[in-house]
């Protein structure tokens, strides 16, 4: 059973150029929920998303967005990328009808801004 | 949300148990507490979930007293390999977002 599977693993873009990270979630899994996670802090909540719609959004501005897709997979654009959002990409999934139910994250993507 | 407070770090030997005590005292009536373990270049993993007294998996023991305004994850008997990032988080649903801190950062010594 495959877990939560993010693609690339590493990734370097100069800065004011735009990226895409992708996501496959767990088997059996419908939600789709995304962080940042800086050097030394703990994961940033940016946004989640369940059929298809962005169902909670943390304190990010309107440079990060992203998609879901009809087969659940998800993908996070960020433009006009800046030095500061050089960070570890998290994904998350989960059902979304399971109550108090323990997130399941991918190993993330390493995104370098130079 | 309620705010939690755990150790910035801990050290222990391989063989001992260790315990991290996490302070929640504005825990509503609704929220879980959910502990996740971070490896370096990795994403959290879920750990142990509990709501009141005391709960055992294959992996840890997460103890809540009556007031629920703390809570301690125990891991029996720590191997190097045990050497995370250790997350306290309290929360209401699976489906909120999850509010992690700075974690307790654990470092297991041969």
């Known amino acids: 059973d495959a877990g939560v599977t993010q693609s690339p693993t590493h990734l370097i873009k100069t800065r004011g150029q735009q990226v895409t990270l992708r996501c496959s979630p767990k088997s059996g899994h419908d939600t789709v929920s995304w962080y940042q996670q800086a050097l030394g802090q703990g994961p940033q909540f940016i946004f989640q998303y369940y059929e298809e719609e962005e169902r909670q959004r943390g304190n990010f501005p309107d440079r990060f967005s992203g998609h879901q897709f009809p087969n659940y997979s998800s993908e996070l654009n960020v433009n006009a990328l800046l030095l500061g959002d050089s960070a570890l990409y998290l994904c998350?999934?989960?059902?979304?009808?399971?109550?108090?139910?323990?997130?399941?994250f991918g190993s993330g993507t390493r995104l370098t801004v130079v | 949300l309620a705010k939690t407070t755990q150790p910035i770090s801990m050290d222990s030997y391989e063989g001992q148990e260790v315990n991290i005590t996490c302070s929640h005292n504005?825990?509503?009536?609704?929220?879980?507490i959910t502990w996740y373990q971070q490896f370096p270049s990795q994403g959290p993993r879920f750990i142990i979930q509990g709501y009141k007294t005391k709960v055992t998996n294959e992996v840890a023991s997460l103890f809540i007293p009556a007031d629920r305004k703390s809570s301690t994850l125990s891991l029996p008997r720590v191997s190097l390999s045990d050497t995370a990032v250790y997350y306290c988080l309290v929360g209401d649903t699976g489906r909120r977002a999850l509010t992690f801190g700075s974690g307790t950062r654990l470092q297991v010594q041969p």
């Open positions: 504005n825990i509503a009536t609704n929220d879980y």
């Open positions: 998350a999934s989960s059902p979304w009808t399971a109550d108090n139910y323990g997130y399941t």
